[in-house]
């Protein structure tokens, strides 16, 4: 059996945009930085939230294209993405 790399203590932080009502949109995730939730929070509340939670940050925030010929096309996208682009 393999050994597995999903490590609960490490957790995620992808920031996606700051709305000009000042709320932070971001991903958050544990062990894995791929398998994340999305959350809004205001400023205060969430840099409490990133010190008590001990995140590292990832900078890659450039949203990836969606492939529509992909076997998981319909399962490859995130809120934001929905939100603000096109779907078929």
Known sequence: MA???F????????V???RPNGLI??????????VAV???MPKDAFDE????????FIKDVAA??????AP???FNWNLHQATHQRFR
């Open 3 to 5: 050994e597995s790399k």
């Open 38 to 40: 999305e959350l809004v």
């Open 16 to 18: 996606v945009r700051t």
């Open 72 to 74: 998981d096309a319909d």
């Open 49 to 56: 939230f990133c010190a008590n939670n001990g995140v590292e």
């Open 25 to 34: 949109e971001f991903e958050f995730a544990v062990g894995d930085p791929d």
């Open 64 to 69: 990836k294209a969606i492939d529509a010929d």
């Open 7 to 14: 490590d609960i203590t490490r957790k995620f932080v992808r």
